[in-house]
């Protein structure tokens, strides 16, 4: 069965740099998530999307920012890196719209800031 | 205030010995719940869910989890566990019961010892 893609899976950027982070939801899923899990910690909602739209905002820094396009497809956008960025970024998707859905897990992008 | 406690952080248990691990959420009214696993630098696993109905649900892998309304707890078990069963556990929930942002537990790690 197909699942969440995310990409790339690993990353490094320096400081005062920027990163954008891909994930491509399951075949008719309609709902996006982030998540961030920094390390030995449990995952931090960020953001989410449902139909293109913003449905839910959680700990997401204003130096982020997050959109859905057309395909259902999201991009994580992060500017100014900083150190404390470091950690492991989950995607999920679910199929909302279609009554209530679990959500499923891409495999994570790892960043390290240096 | 709204949370979801694994009082255990990291358990050990014996190849072929029982497994059980505690959930516990201080929430208003039912919110639905979930258990995922995590394998060490790998995707979260989705493996079993509780929306509503029978309090006994089962999930992959041999999983189990009961739902016990006057204790909020969520437990996850399994009858016998096998090495491959070691990872790192999360409860999680949707207290809003709208497919929106879950909000997990710190984590259980489960080691399997021979």
Redesign the interface.
Known sequence: AAGVIQSPRHLIKEKRETATLKCYPIPRHDTVYWYQQGPGQDPQFLISFYEKMQSDKGSIPDRFSAQQFSDYHSELNMSSLELGDSALYFCASSAKGAGFGEQYFGPGTRLTVT | AQSVTQPDIHITVSEGASLELRCNYSYGATP?L?W?VQSP??????LL?Y?SGDTLVQGIKGFEAEFKRSQSSFNLRKPSVHWSDAAEY?CAVDAN???????????TTLSVSS
Do not use: H, M, V, W
Request: no cysteine; glycine share 22%.
């Open positions: 639905y979930f995922y630098g790998q995707g979260l696993q989705l869910k929306f999360f019961q709208a497919g929106t942002a879950l909000i997990f537990g710190k984590g």
